[in-house]
């Protein structure tokens, strides 16, 4: 079946730019998490939709930073006047349990 | 301190030794673990949920030490494609998850 997508898979943009990250968990998962990962870093933790809960925007390290949910289902991760700092991969995931399950990430270079 | 630590590595081992690390976590509340395994430039994918008896996959086996607040990974018989990072989850009571920085692992032949 469908796993996890995310959109564009490589994003160049220039500092000071907004992009738009999408990602399409896999069907009826009621919880979605982006998470970024710097090269050769850990999971950070961004945010987490669980149902129609309010989200969980604990980790998001700045008011650049922004995510949507809409319809229980697609996710959009919006940074505003990116900085290079932002450089990364942002993974998307999605879980209906405790079993999380990841997309190919978008990989993102701010010069 | 981070809500879980592991340590880096990396562990450079033979084919077919055996491997196997640690990570710990800092909240006595946390109430499920797991290992996911990252390839290089590739998503996270689950390795094995860590059950409190401790719990074998093929050449894998996961155990949990609530007393000291540690799971461990252990790889028998490695091979080159467990090359790979492995990353430890561990889920708190109130459904926060943290991953920690992963172990690197190089197996060469």
């Known amino acids: 079946g469908a796993g996890v997508s995310q959109s564009p898979s490589n994003k160049v943009t220039e500092k000071g730019k907004d992009v738009e990250l999408r990602c399409d968990p896999i069907?009826?998962?009621?919880?979605l998490y982006w998470y970024r990962q710097s090269l050769g870093q850990g999971l950070e933790f961004l945010i987490y939709f669980q149902g129609n809960s309010a989200p969980d925007k604990s980790g998001l390290p700045s008011d650049r930073f922004s995510a949507e949910r809409t319809g229980g289902s697609v996710s959009t991760l919006t940074i505003q006047r990116t900085q290079q700092e932002d450089s990364a991969v942002y993974l998307c995931a999605s879980s209906a349990g405790e079993t999380q399950y990841f997309g190919p990430g978008t990989r993102l270079l701010v010069l | 301190r981070k809500e879980v630590e592991q340590d880096p590595g990396p562990f450079n081992v033979p084919e077919g030794a055996t491997v196997a690390f640690n990570c710990t976590y800092s909240n006595s509340a946390s109430q499920s673990f797991f290992w996911y395994r990252q390839d290089c430039r590739k998503e996270p994918k689950l390795l094995m949920s860590v059950y409190s008896s401790g719990n074998e996959d093929g050449r894998f086996t996961a155990q949990l030490n609530r007393a000291s607040q540690y799971i461990s990974l252990l790889i028998r018989d490695s091979k080159l494609s467990d090359s790979a990072t492995y990353l430890c989850v561990v889920i708190r009571n109130d459904y926060k998850l943290s991953f920690g920085a992963g172990t690197t692992v190089t197996v060469r032949a």
């Open positions: 069907s009826g998962h009621t919880a």
